[in-house]
Structures are given as structure tokens and as C-alpha cells.
T-cell receptor, first 115, second 113 residues
Framework: EPEVTQTPSHQVTQMGQEVILRCVPI?????FYWYRQILGQKVEFLVS????????KSEIFDDQFSVERPDGSNFTLKIRSTKLEDSAMYFCAAGTPGGNHGELFFGEGSRLTVL | AQKITQTQPGMFVQEKEAVTLDCTYD???????LFWYKQPSSGEMIFLIY??????QNATEGRYSLNFQKARKSANLVISASQLGDSAMYFC??????????FGAGTRLTVKP
């Protein structure tokens, strides 16, 4: 069973619609991350989440984006008013605390296609 | 400024030979972690190896080893005895305390039979 499960695996949406991507880590990870990878390009950091709040966000993570962990298990990324350029693979990752420990577990990704 | 630099957009290696994928990083924090991930054409991110900044020895995981040169701020990945299944994108990444993990631009490795 994977450490991190993401749903949906693929979502197609119309421009201007809102999408919610979900992530469920199975172990007691304390740090959670969202990354974006536009096809064929680098993996871009969006946001990190610790202790039920955002610990860091990149310049990509503007007001269009939000994250929450409402029930202590699901970690969601909401993208409001999607744009064509939001089409990408979105990866959730979870890890152990601290800056000098262990691996970051990635989900299999959610592919978002905005038409 | 780039925190993680991978200068090789593409690399070729003959099957069964060893290959080194370069990675340099930039940080002023003494505590950090370095990672290598493999991304095959199927798209998933597969963890390969981790090196902590205080680790005295180079990390090894099977055919993967990390050539950690702290003074030069480099963390090259060495893959020994390359296999056709090693063909993929390889990403170097760094985690600093209280910051997200940042990735390099990646190196596409092609193993030739």
C-alpha cells in the first residue's frame, strides 16, 4: 500500500471552474507538500504544510490556490477559477519532521487538464 | 537564484556501465538533506537515496550511491551496472529546515543496449 494516495488520478475541467485535489498519507507524517509539474518540465514547489498551517509557499502559490487538512487525514489542494496554464501533474508528498531526516514520500500524482 | 543545479539535461550510458549524474546545491544552512528521485515515463516519483548534511559517509542504496562532497556543495548520483530500466528522468532535491523541498531541473538518462 503506498504511503501517499492521491485522487483523482486525472481530472478534466473547464477553464474558470474550481478543482479540489486530494491526498491521503497513511503514516504519521507531519509535513505535507504540493508540487506541480507541467509536462516535460521541472518539479515546482507550491506549498508546505505543517501543524495545520502553511509553513512555506512559493510565488506560484497565489490567491488562486489554497490548502487544508480538515479532518486530520485528507490534505487537499483547491484551485479556484482554473486557467489553461494550470494544466499539469500535481504531486502530493509527505515526510517526517525536521530538515535532516529521511525521504519524502510522493503520491502517484493527479493530472489536471484545463480546457 | 537556483538552489539546486543539474547541468546535464540528458545523459547516455551503455548497459552495464556506471554513470554519474551531477548535482550542485546552494545553502547557507548547516542542516539540510539531499535527495535523488527517479521519474520514469509513467510519471511517478520514485525515491532513490537520501544524504543528510551531517552524515559522515556517502549514502548507498543497492546500485545507487551518492557522492557527497560537502565543501564543493555537490551531491552526484552514481548508478552502477546500468540497466535498461534505469532510463528515466532523475531529479536532485534539497530540503532545508522549515522550507519546502526544492528540485533541480532534472537529467534525462538513456541506457543503451
Amino acid at each position: 500500500e503506498p504511503e501517499v494516495t492521491q485522487t483523482p488520478s486525472h481530472q478534466v475541467t473547464q477553464m474558470g471552474q474550481e478543482v479540489i485535489l486530494r491526498c491521503v498519507p497513511i503514516s504519521n507524517h507531519l509535513y505535507f507538500y504540493w508540487y506541480r509539474q507541467i509536462l516535460g518540465q521541472k518539479v515546482e514547489f507550491l506549498v508546505s504544510f505543517y501543524n495545520n498551517e502553511i509553513s512555506e509557499k512559493s510565488e506560484i502559490f497565489d490567491d488562486q490556490f489554497s490548502v487544508e487538512r480538515p479532518d486530520g487525514s485528507n490534505f487537499t489542494l483547491k484551485i479556484r477559477s482554473t486557467k489553461l496554464e494550470d494544466s499539469a501533474m500535481y504531486f502530493c508528498a509527505a515526510g517526517t519532521p525536521g530538515g535532516n531526516h529521511g525521504e519524502l514520500f510522493f503520491g502517484e500524482g493527479s493530472r489536471l487538464t484545463v480546457l | 537564484a537556483q538552489k539546486i543545479t543539474q547541468t546535464q539535461p540528458g545523459m547516455f550510458v551503455q548497459e552495464k556501465e556506471a554513470v554519474t549524474l551531477d548535482c550542485t546545491y546552494d545553502t547557507s544552512d548547516p542542516s539540510y538533506g539531499l535527495f535523488w528521485y527517479k521519474q520514469p515515463s509513467s510519471g511517478e516519483m520514485i525515491f532513490l537515496i537520501y544524504q543528510g548534511s551531517y552524515d559522515q559517509q556517502n549514502a548507498t542504496e543497492g546500485r545507487y550511491s551518492l557522492n557527497f562532497q560537502k565543501a564543493r556543495k555537490s551531491a552526484n548520483l552514481v548508478i552502477s551496472a546500468s540497466q535498461l530500466g534505469d532510463s528515466a528522468m532523475y531529479f536532485c532535491a534539497m530540503r532545508e529546515p522549515n522550507e519546502g523541498v526544492r528540485f533541480g531541473a532534472g537529467t534525462r538518462l538513456t541506457v543503451k543496449p
